[in-house]
């Protein structure tokens, strides 16, 4: 007879088809399977977690999510607050705001003559386009904003905080950035130079030499005093870049001046990077402990995926399974108004860390 | 006013979150946003034409998907006959077997000590165990099962379609294997000297010289009449590998005795390897088609991704919307008890090539 | 007798051993091989026609590669002015200012318990490892640096050009900073918030609510007017990231004031990433034309490797085949000294794009 | 002061650019840098190690490397004995006997019109070309050689010497087959079915139903009995595939009839695919702990590159470091004229594993 392993506790179950499951029935089957189909599986199981546990979850999103379709599920997520804090590219941003003002991104092919899009002024990304005077008219429609603020340094967090205001004022659309106004939700974007939005600021810049200033070192002060606040952290990211590192760096800056902050509880990531060319997108999660950017005993799971095909149906299954937590979440409530921003009706300290 | 474009016909639509959708619902609005996501929604489109025109559905399966757990997936597809004709590694052939029998397979994880594993002979993919004992407890099974057979040589279409009769008989499990035979599905497995079904093969040479010949080039000879007899053919294929080139081949072999082959119809691939490296695992669709492996107007879509987390829900939602078009398919009937393998009450011709 | 088709010009040469051969003879038989290896080949060659047209080129890096042993090179290509403008992830700029001060990153193992590097403050980088407490020192350093400056804006360009300058001084190395600061050529970071160089510059803020303050919307501006002012341009892109953005966006913000540019004249990119998922740092060389990021006649290369396989090989090989070339290449001079850059004695507008 | 940490032994050197370094100097520099140069440079080393070890080395190749430019280096590599034994797809020994019999592949573009080259019968692999017409002749001639034999059961190990043979003497050129067949180093090919070579022997097949039978389970014992004959074993694998299965399954199942086997002693893979995905290809060397494929205390390393990049400036540098190891290495002698093979005098039980 055979000795019993520890190894062996949980077989695989194969995983039956039955034409009319929903969302959440596919993942609840996919736990038993292997591979990146577990590991997506695993993740609702974590965000579930997240949101039972009294933490703040912070979201990142790199990669053109927003032009591929992803917005409203992101916009969904902050209405109905799965997450408490955005960090985002500009880009996705920028292709948000494109869609809220009424213009649109395009199915297109990756084998497509690009020289005859050029032609067309049409710019391609992968197998999407868009309209290329439609990205300069927004470009110029942000410098007008720029231009109406006060001539001051802005972190980029109260920026996009006043931009959604504008943007819902206008218009009165769905998307991230007005979400996010609405949910009094905090996005920051510390790479917002490299992107349309800054490419808008840098033109009201033109037009008027004291606009357009950007306080991104503000922006760390602030993401820091939000740890420093709420130790208890969790971090979901999509595609890596900036925000991945950004979110891990509020943690770390957050310890150097509180030594009781330990790195997130939970982690999830979806990317398509691999750890072994040593870049931060694709670096594991096992790798981040080591910086304490993560907690020692912290429930983590990384989903080897492109967004597009893991989103739609993780944030489905998530949706009709996470009901009643979410009902009985009690998520931070920010001041976003003020130049510094406060949580819980108590203003972060200016300019400074809040240091114990 | 704008000029209209012809590459800007269909906008993407930003995916909706709706927690109780069907996996068909969610591929549906899929199909209008980027990247592997719409690619994903595209594969269940294709399979469906597939499905409505008179075409051979070749499946190729390559990667660790029987111990990952797809097999009942597979044989779903078999039962069903979403598919006419499985090209198939050995591991998944004999992992399936090993379920069928009983057995199982674990939930692990990659980052196991793997010394520690290997001194309680437990066998590790990726973050799936199985007991080595077992495998060699197979390996002793199929050898048995060898000596039972004629001591001449068998393609492995001849050869599996009798373990399949075998296994059915001995454990009345549903499974790949059990399911083909049942079905009278045939499958090809050209390259089952690398794998533990060799192994047990060559357990029975061991055993006695004249046993376990198996005769793959027969394999090429049979895979190009079956194109041969009905030219209209479409492939899926899943993770490359030998399923995917001896799929291809076949058309090519075909081809060359038979001028009006004009290569496979429609053709769907799910792999996680890339073009740029030049192997034939990541190679694309439209490189396919300089080779006649894919007519010139076929209609196909590659999706990158773990076949783990795609086939689940892609299945899924075809059996959800296919169901009508499944109903009114008339596939082909397979006569394969004999050493050559006929279709629809015509045998092939013998050690031949059905040339015009 | 064959005919002669257009697509079969130039056999491939099976690659033959010469066990002395430089790294030049190897890329140059490498020339007529295939896939990657071509592709490195050919990346040579790209990079010694920009040197010999009258570009500016534009080089950007992202991906942990100061840390893996790559700043020397860096800092030899600043030095001899294989190119002209650096753009950087705010890492790879303090990993350089690490090692710069004296301190080293470790050779380690990607399989090492990270739970017991986190006791030992070590931070591992895939396979490499750094002290943490060297980190904090660095970050102070910067932090006393950044309190040295005047109180007010300082575009990234600007402060790197002074922290160059600074280190330089402090310790008489050489590194990428101050190679740049002694080339006088310009670096932009337009991530710098997403960084430890922009952690130290928030620890400044902590003590000084008036220092820390960077104009990321500035550099923009800057970067647009340095490709106005001389139009030709090229692009040399480790890595994506945000630099890869960065240098496209200048040529694209350029555009949008000066009808004459065109995109770049040449472009190579060594990157892990693919297209097919959309992300920036991926995308094709071929999706870059359509925005008009490339001109549509330009030479251009991907090479899909690992930065610290390709650069020691491709760097060798160039410095080895472009002595003459570079002999009589002139290149820009900057002035980098003030608050708004020139180029060869004609400082930009301040605030403002160079428009017609 | 700073305590010693047992993680910070070596520090990363900088690679510093000397214009006219060898290959051997690169590397030997490149062993102090990190993540994939490092891993190349570590291959060299282990590689070194092999040879002066008392191992048989097995040496695996997948992907299209022929076509692709690196069979010279595989000939050079056979003709020296820095390798003992080759596993090989059928694809890479058939573009082999493409340019052995006198023919070319091609310089091509991935962005060329298939139908275009469709139209003229070209065939691309990636970035390759080859007349389709020569294709067919190279079957023809496959066809005619087959007829040629016994009608008999061959293994492709004595099929492949036999065809190296009849290669060699109608053409007397150099290569993969021709270079095996006068080194008398045994090659195996376990998925001949699916390639060229088994199309060849398929047209053989329909001229004559005794022609063309390949007995690919004996090719098992064989191998297994080379293994079993002698113990140490190395493991050299490009690009993963059924070479590198067939290379650790020959281990495995000698381990099954010879208990003092311990798995290979030494191992190198160049992969492109990943572990997360759970396929064969891209599976670590720790996994391959957990089977006994590999010691518990080998040395292995894994390098994540396209092999048609790694492996110029790998053996070029290995030819430069290894000469003297290399003249003092006993490599074992092989007797491949018979049905069943033998080492170094004694043959090989027939039909049977040597069973201690």
């Known amino acids: 007879m055979k000795t019993k392993s520890r190894f062996l506790r949980a077989p695989v179950e194969p995983f039956t088809v039955e034409p009319d499951a929903s969302a959440s029935d596919l993942l609840e089957r996919m736990e038993r399977i292997s591979f990146q189909g577990r590991n997506l599986a695993t993740a609702r199981r974590i965000w579930e977690k997240m949101l ?85 008219d927004n470009d110029e429609w942000i410098a007008a904003f720029a231009l109406t603020l006060e001539r001051r340094p802005y972190t980029s967090r109260e920026f996009l905080y006043r931009l959604g205001e504008y943007l819902w004022k206008e218009t009165g659309q769905d998307g991230i950035l007005t979400a996010a106004y609405r949910a009094n939700l905090p996005i920051f974007c510390p790479a917002i130079a490299d992107s349309s939005i800054g490419m808008g600021l840098s033109q009201a810049r033109h037009r008027d030499s004291g606009a357009g200033l950007i306080d991104v070192i503000g922006d760390i002060v602030e993401s820091a005093n939000l740890v ?72 983590q799971v990384t989903v080897h995926a492109d967004a597009t095909l893991a989103m739609p149906i993780l944030v489905t299954a998530l949706a009709a399974s996470a009901r009643e937590t979410l009902a009985g979440r009690k998520p931070l409530r920010f001041d976003l108004a003020g130049a510094t921003m406060g949580v819980n009706g108590r203003p972060f300290p200016q300019a400074r860390f809040e240091a114990r």
Chains 1, 2, 3, 4 share one sequence.
């Open 228 to 299: 420093i606040r709420h130790p208890r952290t969790a971090s979901v990211v999509l595609g890596g870049g900036t925000p991945k590192n950004f979110i891990n760096q509020a943690s770390v800056q957050a310890e150097f001046f509180d030594d009781r902050i330990g790195g997130h509880r939970y982690a999830l990531q979806i990317v398509t990077d691999v750890p072994h060319f040593g870049g931060a997108s694709g670096s594991s999660l096992e790798e981040a402990r080591s910086w304490g950017k993560l907690a020692t005993d912290a429930e």
């Open 52 to 136: 039972a546990s009294d933490c703040t979850i912070f979201f990142g999103m790199a990669g053109a999510l927003s032009a591929g379709g992803l917005r409203m599920i992101v916009a969904y997520l902050i209405a109905n607050r799965y997450i408490d804090c955005l960090v985002s590219t500009g880009a996705n941003l920028y292709h948000d705001l494109h869609e809220t003002r009424g213009r649109r991104h395009y199915l297109g092919s990756p084998h497509e003559d690009d020289a005859a899009l050029q032609a067309e002024h049409i710019d391609r990304v992968y197998d999407t386009y868009a309209r290329e005077d439609e990205f300069c």
